[in-house]
């Protein structure tokens, strides 16, 4: 018995050692690095490209309302994706760019674009929620406007920081801010999409459309409550542990996962659950932006 756990120790261990291995060849190879960073840009690219044509469906079926809340979170998720998409191809040259500050701008920004762009799909669930209860929805748009305001303002200041003294608790700040904005839209999403889904939830069973929609709410809530929660933990690592930095070349496969998780498959998803049209008469909740 004894011999039999000392040969599944020294498996166990020749597997680690194996996995290790393997993960530093990938993450040291150059060609690795940009088979992967090529790959990432491809997947962004699908994403963009899914994006533009529902906006565009959505354009040619209701071309009168002007750029709709709907229209706007489609066009920032082509922005959003497209973006990252070429900062991938070129992610070798992106390395390279000096000052260095320009480099942290290119790699952030778009992840400050990804917080506005779903934080708008947030506002629209909460003037559908308040509308629906009799409530007066004129502070929402304010609110969201000053919470992006206040949000960027402070990431400007912080890469100004940055490239007036380039420390490593400058730094650590800045992730730090990045992964409490990621956090902050985590429990917008649980908030609202929470108490939107509750509130369909109380509607007559034979109401038109409500099991639908009840599902489009929950699986949305899910998938943005668990991605930037995702991005909130992953940023953490990100500030405190170099073996989890993300703006390094060598880190090829943790970049992967991390904006497959975080990013692609969250933005798929959602593209993919509100694929649906909307009508072209009788809108009732599409709401333009002022």
Known sequence: MASAGVRSAEIISLGVRTASEWWQEINNSKLWQNRIFHTLAGLYGFVAAVALIQLVRIESRVPEYGWTTQKVFHFLNFLVNAVRSVIFVFRRNVQRIKPEILQHVLLDLPGLAFFTTYVLLVLFWAEIYYQARAVPTEGLRPTFYTINGVVYSIQ??????????????????????????????????????????????????????????????????????????????????????????????NHPVLNFLYYLLVEIVPSALVLFILRKLPPKRGLTQYHSIR
């Open 156 to 249: 400007i200041a912080l890469w100004l920081l940055l490239w007036w003294k380039h420390i490593r608790v400058t730094l650590i700040i800045s992730k730090m801010f990045f992964a409490g904005v990621s956090l902050f839209a985590a429990f917008g999403f649980l908030l609202y999409g929470g108490r939107l889904f509750l509130m369909l939830q109380r509607f007559p069973v034979e109401s038109k459309g409500r099991r639908k929609k009840l599902q489009e709410v929950g699986y949305v809530t899910t998938v943005c409550f668990s991605c930037f929660l995702v991005r909130c933990i992953m940023m953490c690592f990100n500030a405190f542990d170099k073996a989890a930095d993300l703006d390094v070349l």
